[in-house]
Nanobody, 119 residues
Framework: QVQLVESGGGLVQAGGSLRLSCVAS????????MGWYRQAPGKQRELVAN???????NYADPVKGRFTISRDNAKNTVYLLMDSLKFEDTAVYYC?????????????WGQGTQVSVSS
């Protein structure tokens, strides 16, 4: 069974930086894309950034120019470098994987990691 393990969340002052990591493991699967979503209290989960197997990236407007998503294909790991953090970036951040197991599509979510930014 494919699992995602996230790390790197925490408390940081506004203007600071954090790097999130997410490792995919378990079974024989092919990654199509990986990404990060976030959910703030009282709000819906929203896309932050994603990256596909070819390395193409996509960012939500609020994080463009401040966050950078990257992948290490050999390690099945995706990273999110968050710079110039703002109070409104406070949320639980979830790793997401879209993949294939044989011909079957696969969607997996991580357990979430809390990012708190103090103003």
């Amino acid at each position: 069974q494919v699992q995602l393990v996230e790390s790197g969340g925490g408390l940081v002052q506004a203007g600071g930086s954090l790097r999130l990591s997410c490792v995919a493991s378990g079974g024989d699967f092919r990654i199509v894309a990986m990404g990060w979503y976030r959910q703030a209290p009282g709000k819906q989960r929203e896309l932050v950034a994603n990256i596909n197997s070819g390395g193409s990236t996509n960012y939500a407007d609020p994080v463009k120019g401040r966050f950078t998503i990257s992948r290490d294909n050999a390690k099945n790991t995706v990273y999110l470098l968050m710079d110039s953090l703002k109070f409104e970036d406070t949320a639980v951040y979830y790793c997401n994987l879209h993949g294939m197991v044989g011909f079957r599509q696969l969607v997996v979510w991580g357990q979430g990691t809390q990012v708190s930014v103090s103003s």
